[in-house]
Nanobody, 119 residues
Framework: QVQLVESGGGSVQAGGSLRLSCARSGYSPTCMGWFRQAPGKEREGVATISRTGSKYADSVKGRFTISQDNAANTLYLQMNTLKPEDTAMYYC????????????????WGQGTQVTVSS
């Protein structure tokens, strides 16, 4: 079992930055990721991280950075140069065999943290 708790969401103006955190308890999965879901849209992959590296959605490449502190059991998502289209509920997820940006492949999910970017 893995428990995930996100924090760090909020409201910012376009061009601003936020850092999301995801505190993990339970066993240490080999793959973790961030996903987001805007109202009326499907959940989409933002970034994943594993021992072999990181993957990013094209829409966030160069602006977002995923990282993890294994000693602190925490996953991070540094979001820079935020845009209004980044507005969504952001979810932390864990445990995927292929570690792709595919929500259905992940077994464990947090409750989400809201990010709102105003123009």
């Amino acid at each position: 079992q893995v428990q995930l708790v996100e924090s760090g969401g909020g409201s910012v103006q376009a061009g601003g930055s936020l850092r999301l955190s995801c505190a993990r308890s339970g066993y240490s999965p080999t793959c973790m990721g961030w996903f987001r879901q805007a109202p009326g849209k499907e959940r989409e992959g933002v970034a994943t991280i594993s021992r072999t590296g990181s993957k990013y959605a094209d829409s966030v490449k160069g602006r977002f950075t995923i990282s993890q502190d294994n000693a602190a059991n925490t996953l991070y998502l540094q979001m820079n140069t935020l845009k209004p289209e980044d507005t969504a509920m952001y979810y932390c997820a864990a445990a995927s065999f292929l570690c792709l940006l595919v929500p259905r492949d992940f077994r464990y999910w947090g409750q989400g943290t809201q990010v709102t970017v105003s123009s």
